[in-house]
Nanobody, 121 residues
């Protein structure tokens, strides 16, 4: 049974930082690329960042490039998203996914339940 335990979300002031974690189980974590998506109220879900199975390649949406960093620890079956210089427009529910990575594109297969991030003063 595939499970994700996402944590680290919360309320933060603009300019602040948060670190999201997603601990996975029920599949061979090291065989999958991983991504973070987000969905803000009234908006479509968008891809935020991705990392290949061995961590050798990372990719980011233009909206977060230079502010967010994705990483993974295959020994702990966990993927992270370090978010710095947060803006109110980063407010959303953040989801981790286990993906297939092919041709430079991440194809999500398994989804986490999401964790809320709110950036507000």
């Amino acid at each position: 049974q595939v499970q994700f335990v996402e944590s680290g979300g919360g309320l933060v002031q603009p300019g602040g930082s948060l670190r999201l974690s997603c601990a996975a189980s029920g599949f061979t974590f090291r065989d999958f690329a991983m991504s973070w998506y987000r969905q803000a109220p009234g908006k479509e879900r968008e891809w935020v960042a991705g990392i290949t199975s061995n961590g050798g390649v990372t990719n980011y949406a233009d909206s977060v490039k230079g502010r967010f960093a994705i990483s993974r620890d295959n020994a702990k079956n966990t993927v992270y998203l370090q978010m710095n210089s947060l803006k109110p427009e980063d407010t959303a529910v953040y989801y981790c996914t286990a993906d297939l990575y092919f041709g430079g594109t991440y194809f999500p297969g398994y989804w986490g339940q999401g964790t809320q991030v709110t950036v507000s003063s």
